[in-house]
């Protein structure tokens, strides 16, 4: 470490993330942090490993930019490691149970994101049921013209929506859609006092007395696949999802499989089992709307939620409490 | 006319309809209403005009089907005609104040259309702001897995969004983008006591205030290019523009050339000025959303309208005041 860096009195926090996926604001973390970034400040030749193994044992804070996994493997090389800081909503990349053993407190993205993910879940069945991006395709084409009129839609108002996971985006969810004369009803794992609206303690039964799920819970153990091939038939041919929490909530391979068969009415993702892959079936369907992960890609989300990491580290670093603490199911 | 017609006593309708514009419920209208099609019931061989001529003396209620022209030729050839029943939401089809000089009474949809239009206008906003159409063309491509991240887009909430037409469709508008947390504002021909939103005289003042205009106004002489040059100018290179309501409300070939210098940050059509042709060079930009003028293309819409039409014509035929008169501006 040079000699500048030595008499930096500015915290050190570690940047954990894929090549790939960088934090806008790296340069407004620096004005108060020493960020180590294994991908931008190695000095050449050096590996990430030998770079992290250099500086490891100081490092008691510690980002992690989604979906970089943190696990036991990353944990082990980090004794000194206190927080984990989580730039997303969803933690299903950090092993949190692991953490809070080893006394490692985690965050998460708080709210940050909620409005932007609510947003884009209404987008997404506007456009499933109003056909908005399979029209654009037709007027594209030249077919218009030519093919005349387009088939029929369906109405948003007074369509039957169950939410899956009423947290601060499911609640976000119900907010707008009841503008739109929509029926909410909420699966969670617990009711909660302050959502007022029907609550199913069984995904099924939500499935059955809905027209719509709109699929924002966390993925954890026992979300995976909660989307299964039961809560699809419950659901019904006409029925429709919308994926924006994580993939691997919903079974894709059987929602693949039931709408080639045409036992579901039409689906609206953001995210997927594979990312980047998506299933090459889906490209041909017109019911289908496919978006990569960018439910939160707006500067007004990246704005707030550097917000709550640095209100974290601040936190962290002056031993007061963390504003957005992930707590263990 | 068959023995069986004349002694049939249900009121007889005239439909007027371009060829390939049909109304779904004509055999819900045929069980109260002898309806006359120039384009279904004439005899083999004979021509529209002559089969109109043939029962024109006799006919006082007439449907017409958008776009369809009402006009002066049309009333020449219809002497007894005393209501001119709509089926849109817009009359700029119909020579209303020549009606009115007659003496016929014209009808409009009413606000059967006012829900499902306003739910489009917020799923194109949406779709421009949040690339909905284009992540989708993105995913389809294949090109994820290949080019990664996708370009950052903007959030609903906190803009400031003009709605030009204050309406029942405008108010519809206002109330589903207040629950996104947009701030509302608008022109229309006069200040409604109604709309708790700041009201501006001026469309060019509006556009200064605003990052987002939606037309959704009626189409009249003093609305024609209501959205031209200077507004564009006004509204400002991040500004959107939405038009739910007519092609003409906004000068088309302006507002290509503004988006091709990217004077103006994108926009959403489900209206032009030519349809069914759309300019060409809308197809390549990705900051467009293109539909083909399907607004209120719901089952549960055209039920809606249906019912209007048969409230406007039982209230014609039995001497009582028409549910959705227009009145002349």
Known sequence: ??????????????????????????????????????????????????????????????????????????????????????????????????????????????????????????????????????????????????????????????KRVGIVGMGSIGSEVAKRLAAFGCRVAYNSRNKKPSAPYPYYANVCDLAVNSDVLVVCCALTDKTHHIINKDVLTALGRDGIIINVGRGALVDEKELVQYLARGEIGGAGFDVFEKEPEVPKELFAMDNVVLSPHRAVLTPESFEAVFEVIMANLKAFFSNKPLLSPVKLE
């Open 1 to 158: 470490m040079s000699e500048e860096a030595d008499h930096d009195h500015r915290p050190l926090v570690l940047m954990h993330r894929l090549p790939s996926f960088a934090l806008p604001f790296r340069d407004r973390l620096h004005s108060h942090f020493r960020v180590l970034d294994p991908h931008s400040s190695i000095t050449a030749g050096e590996t990430p490993q030998a770079f992290l193994s250099r500086h490891a044992a100081s490092v008691q804070a510690l980002i992690t930019v989604c979906p970089s996994p943190v696990a036991a493997d990353l944990l082990d090389l980090l004794p000194s490691l206190r927080v984990v800081v989580g730039s997303s909503a969803g933690v299903d990349h950090i092993d949190v149970a692991e953490c809070h053993r080893r006394g490692i407190a985690v965050t998460n993205a708080g709210n940050a994101f909620s409005e932007d993910v609510a947003d884009y879940a209404v987008a997404l069945l506007l456009d499933v049921l109003r056909r908005v991006s399979a029209g654009n395709r037709f007027v594209r084409s030249g077919s218009w013209p030519q093919k005349g009129e387009y088939p029929l839609c369906s109405k948003l108002g007074g």
